[in-house]
């Protein structure tokens, strides 16, 4: 909530008029973080209003693309959300930096959305582009969202694997918002394999990085991670007691 007051606050200067390139990075800005922080309908405003300054940069288009779409998702409505990001193609061999991000949010709202083979397909280009030099900012989601994709379509071995990267590349830059969600992840593989010390190591780390990034999405990742975890081993009251 501080980093949108404090943006907000800039919006409110009257010096800002001054300074129309730093309008659209403000207006992008303030969609991604209203977008992180679950506020879904102010996402929408503040992305339209970034979206609507057709001088403005590849940056903040990119931003404020991801902004509306997460907003989008975070309504319920995961169609246009997808839509909202443009027509991608994932054929590509090498595509711009931009595209890759956008196809990354792609993949996970289509994961969200229940388009499970749709998902697949843009993560794992997302993931092919990386192998090949590609280096997007969402790669940790990328790994995790392609993981519990895996998870649902029963691709364990693979699964397994890019829950593990996930968890490696956030680690490595320091994206603590991304572990609770990729931690859940490899809890579930782990309890699925009957591996319950495992996946409760999974699912303390995933509380653990939820109270230090408490974003609303990742503490409701780290929370059903537990459940998920406490249902396969049978403990319907414990899976209660998560959500209490």
Known sequence: ????????????????????????????????????????????????RALADHS????????????????????????EAA??????????TSPPPFEVELVATRGGIRA???????????????????IAG???????????????????LGRWQAGVAHADLAISLANDSDQIW??????????RFAAGRGDFTAADEHVDAAALAAQLAPLPLS???????AASVASIRGDWEAVLDVFR
């Open 1 to 48: 909530r501080r980093s949108s007051d404090l943006l907000l606050g800039v919006t409110r200067r009257p010096d800002l008029a001054d300074d129309p390139d730093l309008v659209g990075t403000l207006h992008s800005s303030l969609a991604i973080v209203c977008a992180y922080a679950g506020r879904g309908d102010e996402a929408i405003e503040w992305a339209h």
């Open 56 to 79: 403005a940069t590849t940056s903040v288009v990119l931003t404020a693309r991801q902004g509306l779409a997460f907003g989008l998702a975070h309504s319920g409505r995961e169609r």
């Open 83 to 92: 839509q909202a990001l443009g027509s991608l193609s994932i054929s590509q």
């Open 112 to 130: 969200l959305g229940g388009d499970l083979t749709g998902a697949l397909r843009d993560l794992s280009a997302v993931v092919g582009w990386s």
């Open 134 to 152: 590609a280096a997007p900012r969402s790669l940790p989601n990328a790994y995790a969202s392609l993981a519990d994709v895996e998870y649902w």
């Open 178 to 187: 991304e572990l609770p969600f990729a931690h859940a992840t490899a809890a």
């Open 219 to 225: 503490v409701f990742a780290a929370r059903l991670g």
